[in-house]
């Protein structure tokens, strides 16, 4: 049973930085794709970036250069580092987990799914 929990969510000024954490149990490792998402009301959900297994990551536009995600397979746990933060950034951010196959920002696949954390940047 794959449990995935989000922490690090806050609210931080224009420019600011925040770091989220994804506590990631129930996959085997080899066997998964995992990314982060995000989605503001009355918005559709935008994948930000995902990361397979031999660390291969596709990062959205909207946020190249500015988040990074990194995994701790020790601990394992899925990081987000957001950099420059806009308000724009302002969502419940998610991660999800899915098979390896075609992991893809835009994938539709992602069957397991944190319960959210929100970000809030205020300009």
């Known amino acids: 049973h794959v449990q995935l929990v989000e922490s690090g969510g806050g609210s931080v000024q224009a420019g600011g930085s925040l770091r989220l954490s994804c506590e990631v149990s129930?996959?085997?490792?080899?066997?998964?794709?995992i990314g982060w998402f995000r989605q503001d009301p009355g918005k559709q959900r935008e994948g930000i970036v995902v990361i397979d297994d031999d660390g291969s990551t596709e990062y959205a536009h909207s946020v190249k250069g500015r988040f990074t995600i990194s995994k701790d397979n020790a601990k394992d746990t899925l990081y987000l580092q957001m950099n420059s933060l806009q308000h724009e950034d302002t969502a419940m951010y998610y991660c999800?987990?899915?098979?390896?196959?075609?992991?893809?920002?835009?994938?539709?696949?992602?069957?397991?799914w944190g319960q959210g954390t929100q970000v809030t940047v205020s300009s």
């Open positions: 999800a987990a899915k098979l390896p196959f075609e992991c893809y920002v835009d994938a539709s696949d992602f069957d397991n």
């Open positions: 129930g996959i085997t490792e080899g066997t998964n794709c």
